[in-house]
């Protein structure tokens, strides 16, 4: 079954420390992948996405991801966080053609002064 | 260009009454998702169409909901009789075409007592 799998619920970070956030997956041949960002009673926002070509992909705000196949993973890098980065993130993942996506659980992020 | 957008934003119900929510995609785009988000969850899909016709409602409790896009442009979604477990937001997505992203809209809250 595919699935995407955010092991960390909940990550607290310092303004202007690095941030990792953890994303591994489920799937049969290569997916494409999806790093989305949920701001308070605002609908899902695209960061990045991987479909194909350098492993690393840039996104918005500073933001990166890093396909790495051999461990089944797309995690999220970020060199210096800002408070305005406190948010949800969504992992996910999709079959050839990105007709359907199927979503992370979600890791809230705060970030303290 | 204006983006996904949906009515009502908030609804509060007793058990076994009836909502519609109704989205209105981006202009042009021709595939329309559903998602039911329970609090502290990833987004999980409940129905898509592509232009009037419905690509897949596999995971829509059938006995209760039902969705509809009947000219392939705006569409609804309506609980029957709503329970408890029920309570989440339902999100609207669209895309343009394969391959393309999903954008989304703001969702609509839906609690139901």
């Known amino acids: 079954a595919q699935s995407v799998t955010q092991p960390d619920a909940r990550v607290t970070v310092s303004e202007g420390a690095s941030l990792q956030l953890r994303c591994k997956y489920s799937y049969s041949g290569t997916p494409y992948l999806f790093w989305y960002v949920q701001y308070p009673r605002q609908g899902l926002q695209l960061l990045l996405k991987?479909?194909?070509?350098?492993?690393v992909v840039q996104g918005v705000n500073g933001f990166e991801a890093e396909f790495i196949k051999s461990n089944s993973s797309f995690h999220l890098r970020k060199a210096s966080v800002h408070w305005s980065d406190s948010a949800v993130y969504f992992c996910a993942a999709s079959g050839y053609g990105n007709e359907k996506i199927t979503f992370g659980a979600g890791t809230k992020l705060t970030i303290k002064p | 260009e204006a983006g996904v957008t949906q009515s009502p934003r908030y609804a509060v119900l007793q058990e076994g009454q009836a909502v519609s929510f109704w989205c209105d995609p981006i202009?042009?785009?021709?595939?329309l998702y559903w998602y039911q988000q329970p609090r502290d969850q990833g987004p999980q899909l409940l129905v898509y169409?592509?232009?009037?016709?419905?690509?897949?409602n596999s995971q829509l409790p059938s006995d209760r909901f039902s969705a509809v896009r009947p000219k392939g442009t705006n569409s609804t979604l309506k609980i029957q009789s709503a329970k408890q477990g029920d309570t989440a937001t339902y999100l609207c997505a669209s895309r343009r075409d394969s391959y393309a992203e999903q954008f989304f809209g703001p969702g609509t809250r839906l609690t139901v007592l």
């Open positions: 991987y479909y194909s070509g350098d492993p």
């Open positions: 202009s042009g785009h021709d595939t």
């Open positions: 169409f592509r232009d009037e016709a419905v690509i897949d």
